[in-house]
């Protein structure tokens, strides 16, 4: 009896120990992690054979990178760099400005500013940060650890300036485009700061913004057409490097065995459960919770998920009990986007934030990405139309229900592409939109590149109106 | 009777002297005339620190802008050329004009053409002043300056 009782502690002990091994990695594992923590971890995972694995999830993303600017713009005078996100220079610039933007932590007062104050700090020298979309202040504050006045509801453009002579103290403005507010915090920190960043950077040059041109005001000769105050006008002629562009093809079928139970398990499936099938869109996994399909789109390779319930999807990875669920929500769908990259090796591409992330509809939360290469927007396209690189939806519980990323790689191609003047390609899209729809506002104007019948466009992309819809204006010669 | 129509006719004169000064004096915030309203420079008489400077407005579609400077020793207006091409645009289907001009040190006395589809030629001018080391630079670019003094 005794030694049968043994036996059973023994068991239960053993299985103990190997649960919370199990439990150890797991939780590990899903966390960003950082320095100590992370090298740890990898040593461990690999001395127990799961170092490819564990690298995979723990490499991917880091709040900062998923909250980041698409575009951050050095002022000094009139005169301006341009540093995209997904540029070594943008890389190199990105860390230093993280560092003056967390001095908000020595705000000393805050007030609400008219736009015409923020458009003058935007005109004399400082850094300003578009982020192309508004965060929930609880989302930006999480992902950049830099901590916001709770008058701020939203973030969409910051400037860190040192345009206060009085006190010769670093001033941050930020912008609400959701709400239309600008605020302005003072802090106790020296301006020097962000003055030696402008004067340590090179390349100045002459390029406007809407405001300054007076563009942003209404035109009082023709119809209503208003650019957002903060669009870079580059009114020069641009050269685009022309790339090319293959779809990933194979499917699950090229990947290894490694990587599709990475990739199943993404989504909460295993090898083991899921049945694989073959139809004529393509090939899919099958599971009790859900469907993964590789298939093929105008040229362009697309993995989609679609959970069997909408009130069963997966669940988050890092769901932090009773914080902004927004952001666990844009983490964990940042995260899958690149470790799909990762997996079908398309991972040259970065991406950024395409849709707000300020509140959710009455079905639940959506996630836009888009891609960029070199600085450059790229956009697939669906029946002609621009679409973007990823797209995601979670129910009100923060479980994620759809799930579609178009998947190709790009190479640098010969030769360059001139693409329209900034004028030119604005009396397109305003011709192309007709008379009926007014007044017409543009909220960006950038080249990027489009997919279309199996060539990769230089274009210049026009974004306009409230639900952001993009215009894209072709190239009109090649050299 | 005659008293109160004579004092009608009188505030009826009166009336109509500030309507038409209304109608027909030109807005001192507004650059412009009845074909094409300047975004910037903004005022009729403006300075700046920026040699490479843009004209903005907005204009009817088909409108065809010319940007012309004053040359005191020939005394007349000359065509503008930037970057090898003649300062000349025609206004797309928005209405919307960006002229990019180099200014000279000090006043540059600048006249904006345009010529309608249906033959109607107007002409206004701006001045532009550009102060290369004005009180303005200081304040607005002490990185420059500390990079000049070698600070």
């Known amino acids: 009896m005794n030694k049968r009782t043994e036996l059973l502690k023994s068991t239960l002990l053993a299985l103990l120990v190997a649960t919370s091994v199990v439990l150890f990695a797991n939780s590990w594992s899903g966390r960003p992690g950082s320095g100590e923590n992370e090298n740890l971890i990898t040593q461990f995972a690999s001395a127990v054979g799961l170092g490819g694995f564990l690298n995979n999830e723990i490499s991917l993303t880091s709040g900062t990178d998923v909250i980041s600017p698409v575009s951050i713009i050095y002022t000094s005078g009139a005169k301006r760099i341009i540093f995209n996100k997904g540029t070594d220079m943008y890389n190199s610039v990105y860390g230093n400005i993280l560092s003056v933007l967390l001095c908000a932590e020595n705000v000393t007062h805050n007030e609400k500013v008219p736009s015409s104050e923020w458009y003058s700090a935007q005109k004399t020298q400082g850094i300003y940060l578009n982020y192309g979309v508004s965060f929930k202040r609880g989302v930006f504050e999480k992902g950049t650890g830099c901590p916001l006045p709770e008058e701020i509801k939203n973030v969409s453009a910051v400037i860190l300036t040192s345009n206060d002579s009085a006190t010769n103290k670093l001033v941050i403005y930020i912008y609400d485009y959701t709400e239309g507010e600008f605020y302005k915090l003072l802090t106790s920190v020296s301006a020097r700061t962000v003055e030696k960043l402008l004067s340590d950077a090179d390349g100045y040059t002459n390029i406007p913004i809407a405001e300054e041109l007076g563009f942003s005001t209404d035109s009082e000769i023709n119809r209503q057409i208003v650019i957002d105050g903060n669009a870079v006008i580059n009114l020069e002629q641009q050269k685009l490097q022309n790339i090319s562009f293959k779809s990933v093809s194979g499917g699950f079928s090229a990947l290894d065995n490694r990587n599709v139970n990475f990739l199943l398990s993404l989504f909460d ?165 007709g008379t009926n729809e007014e007044p017409i506002h543009i909220k960006d104007i950038s080249a990027c590149y489009k997919l279309n019948e199996a060539k990769a466009e230089a274009c210049l992309c026009v974004i306009t109106g409230k639900n952001d819809k993009i215009y894209t204006i072709p190239s009109n010669n090649t050299e | ?131 290369v080391l004005s009180l303005s630079d200081i304040q607005s670019s002490p990185i420059d300056i500390r990079k000049a003094i070698g600070a």
């Open chain 1, 269 to 433: 499936m295993s090898k083991s459960s899921a049945k694989q099938y073959a139809d004529i869109d393509g090939t899919m996994y099958i599971d009790t919770y859900g469907t993964l399909r590789f298939s093929e789109k105008e040229s362009v390779s697309v993995l989609e998920f679609n959970a069997a319930k909408e009130t069963h999807g997966v669940s988050l990875e890092n769901n932090s009990q009773g914080g902004e669920i927004f952001y666990d929500i844009l983490y964990t769908g940042y995260s899958k986007a690149r470790a799909v990259s990762e997996i079908f090796e398309t991972d040259n591409l970065s991406f950024y934030i395409a849709s707000n992330i300020t509140t959710p509809d009455e079905n639940g939360y959506t996630v836009q990405l888009d891609y960029v290469s070199e600085g450059v927007p790229v956009f697939a396209t669906e029946e002609g139309t621009e679409t973007h690189a990823v797209t995601m939806k979670f129910n009100l519980s923060g479980e994620l229900i759809y799930y579609r990323q178009y998947l190709f790689e790009l190479s640098p191609g010969n030769g360059y592409s001139n693409i329209p003047g900034v004028l030119d390609a604005i009396n397109l899209v305003y011709s192309a939109i």
């Open chain 2, 1 to 131: 009777m005659k008293r109160f129509l004579k004092a009608l006719l009188c505030l009826t004169i009166a009336f109509s002297f500030v309507i038409s000064f209304n109608c027909f004096a030109a807005d001192p915030g507004m650059v412009g005339n009845s074909v094409i309203k300047i975004k910037k420079p903004e005022t009729y008489t403006s300075t700046t620190s920026q040699k490479e400077y843009y004209i903005s407005g907005v204009t009817s579609s088909g409108v065809v802008v010319s940007v012309y400077r004053y040359n005191p020793f020939t005394n007349s207006f000359n065509l503008l050329y930037v970057d090898g091409k003649a300062a000349v645009q025609t206004a797309g289907a928005s209405g919307l004009i960006a002229q990019k001009i180099y200014l000279t040190d000090g006043n540059n006395k600048i006249r904006i053409r345009t010529y309608s589809p249906d033959g109607t030629v107007t002409i206004l001018e701006v001045n532009i002043t550009l102060n």
